[in-house]
């Protein structure tokens, strides 16, 4: 089973990538951000719940996120392979990851984090923002949030995953093709 953390800040083309790899390898998209918009869009008491959260750009409390990932990966127990995209966020959920991956024998495989300069990320968010209506993308100062959020809570599972030979860091700056063949070279040494 091929397990992969795609990481890196709000804005640097998590969401993007995961589909074009998802596709190319034939893994299964787990994106927490996605499934809480739906909760919301869903009028559910977890998306009114985490909403006070996600319309301020701060974490929605592990629990929850954790419940939600279990719940995929049971449902999704007969996958190639996941790509998790904007989970973990925290080392809490992190660990809880390897312990759920673990339970089925599974663990990850790597951690590849796009690299991407700040104001490349301000951009591309804001742009985002005028196409997909999110509220946490139109908004400067709940984006500078987010990347702010992104380096004092989650960055620090760089270190996690390095700890554990896991780590690689992809040049995130370019075209999304020039950026999909990076990961692609990097996800190919793992067959
Ligand atoms: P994203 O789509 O990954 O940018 O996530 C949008 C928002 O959803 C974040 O700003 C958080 O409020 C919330 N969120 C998504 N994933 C997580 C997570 N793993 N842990 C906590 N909050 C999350």
Same mark, same amino acid.
């Given at each position: $089973?091929?397990?992969i953390?795609?990481f890196?800040?709000?804005?640097?083309?998590?969401?993007?990538?995961? @589909?074009k790899?998802?596709?190319? @390898?034939?893994?299964?998209?787990? #994106?927490?951000?996605?499934?809480?918009? +739906?909760?919301?869009a869903?009028?559910?008491?977890?998306?009114?719940? +985490?909403?006070?959260? $996600?319309?301020?750009?701060?974490?929605?409390p592990?629990?929850?996120?954790?419940? $939600? *990932?279990?719940?995929?990966?049971?449902?999704?127990?007969e996958?190639?392979?996941?790509?998790? =995209?904007?989970?973990?966020?925290?080392?809490?959920?992190a660990?809880?990851?390897?312990? &759920? &991956?673990?339970? #089925?024998?599974? #663990?990850?495989?790597? $951690? &590849?984090?796009l690299?991407?300069?700040?104001?490349?990320?301000?951009k591309?968010?804001?742009?985002?923002?005028?196409?997909?209506?999110?509220?946490?993308?139109?908004d400067?100062?709940?984006?500078?949030?987010?990347?702010?959020?992104?380096?004092?809570?989650?960055?620090?599972? *760089?270190?996690? @995953?390095?700890?554990?030979?896991?780590? #690689?860091?992809?040049?995130?700056?370019?075209?999304?093709?020039?950026?999909f063949?990076?990961?692609?070279?990097?996800? =190919?040494?793992? @067959?």
């Amino acid at each position: $089973m091929l397990n992969i953390v795609l990481f890196g800040p709000p804005g640097a083309g998590k969401g993007t990538q995961a @589909y074009k790899l998802i596709e190319k @390898y034939k893994l299964v998209h787990l #994106s927490t951000g996605d499934i809480l918009r +739906a909760e919301l869009a869903a009028k559910t008491k977890l998306g009114e719940e +985490a909403r006070k959260f $996600m319309d301020k750009g701060e974490l929605v409390p592990d629990e929850v996120v954790i419940g $939600m *990932i279990r719940k995929k990966l049971n449902d999704n127990s007969e996958a190639n392979g996941f790509i998790f =995209d904007g989970f973990p966020r925290t080392k809490e959920q992190a660990k809880a990851l390897d312990v &759920l &991956l673990d339970e #089925s024998g599974n #663990s990850i495989t790597a $951690m &590849l984090a796009l690299d991407v300069e700040h104001a490349e990320l301000v951009k591309r968010l804001l742009n985002r923002g005028k196409n997909s209506g999110r509220a946490d993308d139109q908004d400067i100062s709940i984006i500078e949030n987010r990347v702010i959020v992104y380096h004092n809570e989650t960055k620090l599972l *760089i270190d996690y @995953y390095s700890e554990q030979g896991k780590f #690689s860091s992809i040049n995130g700056m370019g075209t999304i093709d020039e950026i999909f063949k990076r990961l692609c070279q990097k996800v =190919d040494t793992f @067959y």
